[in-house]
């Protein structure tokens, strides 16, 4: 074996020591290298160095269902790919396509089969060709599976390796400390062939939770992983990571075997042949989702959470103070990571990662003012019973309505405003299919299906769709080409690399601003958003504008007179001040 190949070697042993203590871990690596690399697959024989290589400015992203855009006659992915090919390529770099494959609940995230496409959306041969095209990003929902999967039936008729592949515990047991998602009981009854049993349910009792003590449960996820990349896959979600381990009498949520277990598949991607992105899903208060970029080992990137939530607080309530606050604490990301920013998700707008950033008044208010624009409230359960908001339920463009003072006609002004802040912070900005569409509220979807999340994923029909995009006072046409236009102007900056260095500016409460260099501290950009319905007058010298160079604002060419003493910003608007144009 070569001294790099010894290196490696040592390094997964003792990840997998941390897990698998009581394992033969010569051959349980053995087995793990065979799942992620079988016969055949290429692999680096050193470690690719930690870096900045994985992405850069021009790198955005679309979240989407593989069926948001339906016609009830070609393939969705079809017209998925479609749809992105006429209106986003050259803009769009990549495309998360939400859980592709066969379910049944929660929109994909119940799976009954990772290693097939939902045929109610087309097939591999679909997935393949979008991933020619843009950067692919999957789900691996690993925390859980269907209740209706081939996994779950065989468990309960006792047949191997799946009788061991699910969590169980007794209704005995003291589970009072045990971190949840939602209000649903924990546990449910199941008959099996080894008797009743009580089996873990973290979300639904359609989503039953895997047992990965049982070392089967990991292999198999690394055979699914492989899958993934062997399609196509460049960037893989670890959905719900954080709750994957399991210790009675614990909170069960971030135990030490997750995170070593994450830090186990960064490294099988550090020597993968293939650039493949681990990003992990914790919709959790912000220091503990921090936690998972680990030191530069575990997940390259990270859902920036507190992001949403803040930005909507500032925005209905006219002041960047919390916002600012928050910024000017965020740590860079390290080498090699990324965060990935964002408004609007598939999910609601969670609640968890403002923990302790704002008072419980601020978030009432929040709620109260959801509320009145046709939002949903999702709650969890706490440990003494009680229940508190987990997610607010509504699409971004209607949150965007007005302030808490009540709707106002600064809707389309607002809006982009937080998609502009998204634009220009340190990560990769990703934006959810309805945002870009300035989707409104699907109160039908609620209606029909009893839940709330439903309000937020509407389907469009092609036809319709194409229609408000070819009507230039639609809100569709509108938000599409506003999008597109700052969209475009953003990757061309070199100062928005995902890393570029970035500082908070101190300009008051009414204006969010930070200042970016780029890698090379050739350009400079000075990105500031009005989160006010009020004209503010900041003065120039708030701001360093170096003489002898000229300063113009990327989002509207105006050159910006360093000697008139201020500079004006209407409600809502946004400006990027750059000395390279």
């Not at 921090?290 to 949403?308: D, K, Q, V, W």
């Not at 802040?421 to 039908?444: K, R, S, W």
Request: charged letters at 25%.
């Amino acid at each position: 074996m070569s001294k790099a190949a010894t290196k490696f070697a040592a390094k997964l042993d003792s990840l997998l020591e941390q897990v698998y203590p009581q394992a033969d871990i010569p051959a349980l690596r053995a087995e793990i290298l065979d799942a992620f690399w079988p016969e055949g697959t290429r692999y680096r024989t050193r470690a690719r160095p930690p870096g900045n290589n994985l992405w850069d400015e021009t790198d955005t992203l679309v979240i989407t269902y593989g069926n948001s855009i339906v016609d009830g006659v070609h393939k969705p992915l079809d017209l998925l790919r479609h749809f992105l090919e006429e209106n986003l390529a050259g803009v769009i770099s990549g495309v998360h396509i939400l859980p592709f494959f066969p379910f049944t609940s929660d929109d994909g995230f119940a799976v009954t089969d990772y290693r097939s496409v939902n045929s109610a959306l087309g097939g591999w041969s679909d997935i393949n060709r979008i991933a020619e095209e843009f950067k692919l990003m999957s789900d691996l929902v690993l925390n859980h599976v269907s209740s209706f999967s081939n996994w779950f039936q065989d468990y309960r008729q006792g047949k191997p390796p799946y009788d061991r592949f699910f969590f169980e515990a007794d209704p005995e047991d003291d589970l009072s400390s045990v971190t949840r998602p939602r209000t649903t009981p924990l546990l449910r009854k199941v008959d099996t062939a080894m008797g009743e049993r009580h089996v873990w349910c973290t979300f639904s009792h359609d989503q039953v939770d895997l047992d990965f003590s049982n070392p089967e449960v990991l292999l198999e996820f690394l055979r699914v992983m492989r899958l993934h990349i062997d399609n196509g896959v460049r960037i893989i979600r670890l959905d719900a990571v954080a709750f994957l381990w399991k210790e009675i009498g614990t909170t069960c949520i971030h135990l030490p075997q997750t995170h070593a277990i994450v830090r186990l598949m960064r490294l099988l991607f550090d020597y993968a042949d293939e650039r493949v992105v681990l990003l992990t899903e914790t919709n959790v208060p912000n220091t503990e989702n921090l936690s998972y970029f680990g030191n530069m080992n575990e997940a390259h990137s990270i859902y920036n959470f507190s992001l949403p939530p803040l930005i909507l607080h500032a925005l209905l309530n006219g002041t960047a103070r919390e916002l600012n606050r928050w910024q000017m604490a965020m740590p860079p990301a390290q080498l090699g990571c990324a965060y990935l920013n964002f408004t609007a998700s598939h999910d609601g707008i969670g609640m968890r990662p403002v923990e302790g950033l704002l008072s419980q008044e601020e978030t009432d208010a929040i709620v109260d003012t959801v509320r009145s624009f046709g939002g949903k409230v999702s709650m969890r359960s706490l440990p003494d019973g009680g229940e508190t908001p987990y997610e607010l339920n509504i699409t971004w463009f209607d949150a965007m309505a007005g302030t808490v003072e009540g709707a106002d006609s600064w809707q389309f002004e607002r809006f982009l405003c937080s998609q502009t802040i998204v634009m220009a912070l340190e990560g990769l900005p990703a934006f959810y299919i309805h945002a870009l569409l300035g989707t409104p509220n699907d109160q039908d979807g609620v209606a029909k299906t009893g839940i709330n999340r439903a309000i937020n994923r509407h389907r469009w029909d092609y036809d319709e769709l194409l229609e408000k995009l070819g009507d230039p006072d639609s809100n569709q046409a509108r938000v599409m080409a506003a999008m597109k236009a700052r969209i475009g102007v953003r990757v061309k900056q070199k100062a928005f690399h995902p890393n570029a260095t970035q500082f908070t500016l101190h300009l008051g409460e009414e204006l969010f601003g930070f200042w970016r260099q780029s890698l090379d501290r050739a350009q400079s950009v000075f990105a500031i958003h009005n989160v006010t319905d009020r004209e503010i007058r900041m003065p120039v010298l708030s701001i360093n504008l170096i003489g002898g160079e000229e300063w113009t604002d990327l989002l509207n060419d105006e050159v910006i007179d360093t000697a008139s003493g201020e500079i004006v910003f209407a409600p809502y608007q946004c400006r990027w001040i750059s000395n390279r144009h």
